[in-house]
């Protein structure tokens, strides 16, 4: 198995349709290879390759996302998009493992969302989870403020003071997901 990291401009047409089949989110479905690179040109792909270059599992990293917590703005990269091509091979656990091995040696600061039914999966990958902080960040939808959907934050690395202020977040003290307009 290999690991590999792609920006999205250097992604073959295959990959780019392989890897929203995995995907597998309807509103993508129909995406064609220049709105895919466009859409996603703040990303950047990693993949657990086979020896015949087949993906056995993707995740994607966000590079733009910036939280605002107490009027201060925090840039992290997010990890999203985790799938493996086939369950229970342990795909996913090898992809998680040296993907979080490369964002330490880059030290980039890297975190990432799930459901509660999921920790079992990054408890046992050796992430680290702040349990139920996720809902307290707000994305703007329309002109309301609304709870993120997930449940947990994932801290694949950061410093000990983000790490904190992330950990302190509450029904008084919300983040804030800012988009670029």
Same mark, same amino acid.
Not at 20 to 30: E, G, P, Q
């Given at each position: 198995m290999k690991y590999q990291i792609k920006e999205t401009k250097d992604l073959t047409e295959t990959e780019i349709e392989h890897i929203?089949?995995?995907?597998? /989110?309807?509103?993508?479905? %129909?995406?064609k290879s220049v709105y895919f690179r466009s859409f996603f040109k703040d990303s950047?792909?990693?993949?657990?390759?086979?020896?015949?270059?087949?993906?056995l599992a993707i995740m994607r990293v966000n590079f733009d996302f %910036?939280?605002? /917590?107490?009027?201060?703005?925090?840039?992290?990269a997010e990890a999203v998009g985790l799938v493996?091509?086939?369950?229970?091979?342990g795909y996913g656990s090898v992809l998680v493992?040296?993907?979080k091995e490369?964002? /330490?040696k880059k030290n980039i600061e890297t975190i990432g969302f799930c459901h509660?039914?999921?920790?079992?999966?990054?408890?046992?990958?050796?992430?680290? /989870?702040l349990h139920d902080k996720a809902k307290m960040i707000k994305e703007s939808i329309g002109s309301e403020w609304v709870n993120c959907e997930d449940d947990d934050i994932l801290i694949f690395h %950061? %410093?000990?003071e983000r790490k904190e202020l992330l950990n302190q977040l509450s029904p008084q003290n919300n983040a804030y997901l800012i988009t670029k307009e």
């Open positions: 929203l089949k995995l995907w597998d /989110i309807s509103a993508w479905n %129909t995406m950047e792909f990693h993949f657990l390759m086979n020896a015949e270059e087949n993906i %910036t939280l605002k /917590i107490a009027d201060t703005d925090y840039t992290f493996a091509a086939h369950k229970n091979k493992s040296r993907f490369n964002v /330490i509660s039914d999921l920790r079992p999966f990054y408890e046992k990958c050796d992430v680290e /989870i %950061t %410093t000990q």
